[in-house]
T-cell receptor
Framework: GIQVEQSPPDLILQEGANSTLRCNFS?????LQWFHQNPWGQLINLFY???GTKQNGRLSATTVATERYSLLYISSSQTTDSGVYFC?????????????FGQGTILTVHP | EAQVTQNPRYLITVTGKKLTVTCSQN?????MSWYRQDPGLGLRQIYY???????DKGDVPEGYKVSRKEKRNFPLILESPSPNQTSLYFC???FGVGTEAFFGQGTRLTVV
């Protein structure tokens, strides 16, 4: 099946700093999403981005499907950004809509 | 508000006592699925459903059952729970292949 690798595994920032999270995947995808898992365990949708660039406030994401990677940018980080960030992809075909998740990036933002 | 609702949010039960975790979505989505999240293993798909009365196994279906009698509901059934089913469970839904998936709030299950 498809492999999804996220980097870095851990990231510690001071409030106000910027960061870039990366997601590499091993095959063509028809779905790519970024999620934030908050301290209560909830998975929050950040972006649905199988290709192209999107922005939502301090967050933006870019997926270069032909090169099989996606980037999540967090600017002016806040303590509430802390948590785990997941990239998840789907390939269709026999795996019909199944999302394969990366192992996540644990982000800690200190005040 | 468009949402996927799971219940209960937290559950502690004993080995062998049948339980059901409910999942309901109000977005008229055709595709629904269940995942479990475990430390070191990440999120893995348990079962999925492409539409009413159409279900199939995901990567880790052993010990679980599902049903899809109505489009909006997709309950997860543990007939005889065991401690290795202690996990964080998520229900998800989407319109179909390649479309954005939305997740429920999660159900934290402990089997003792």
């Amino acid at each position: 099946g498809i492999q999804v690798e996220q980097s870095p595994p851990d990231l510690i920032l001071q409030e106000g700093a910027n960061s870039t999270l990366r997601c590499n995947f091993s095959d063509s995808v028809n779905n790519l999403q970024w999620f934030h898992q908050n301290p209560w365990g909830q998975l929050i949708n950040l972006f649905y981005i199988p290709s192209g660039t999107k922005q939502n406030g301090r967050l933006s994401a870019t997926t270069v499907a032909t090169e099989r990677y996606s980037l999540l940018y967090i600017s002016s980080s806040q303590t509430t950004d802390s948590g785990v960030y997941f990239c998840a992809v789907a390939t269709g075909g026999t795996s019909y809509g199944k999302l394969t998740f990366g192992q996540g990036t644990i982000l800690t933002v200190h005040p | 508000e468009a949402q996927v609702t799971q219940n209960p949010r937290y559950l502690i039960t004993v080995t062998g006592k049948k339980l059901t975790v409910t999942c309901s979505q109000n977005m008229n989505h055709e595709y629904m699925s269940w995942y479990r999240q475990d430390p070191g293993l990440g999120l893995r798909q348990i079962y999925y459903s492409m539409n009413v009365e159409v279900t199939d196994k995901g990567d880790v279906p052993e010990g679980y059952k599902v049903s899809r009698k109505e489009k909006r509901n997709f309950p997860l059934i543990l007939e005889s729970p065991s401690p290795n089913q202690t996990s964080l469970y998520f229900c998800a839904s989407s319109f179909g292949v390649g479309t954005e998936a939305f997740f429920g709030q999660g159900t934290r299950l402990t089997v003792v």
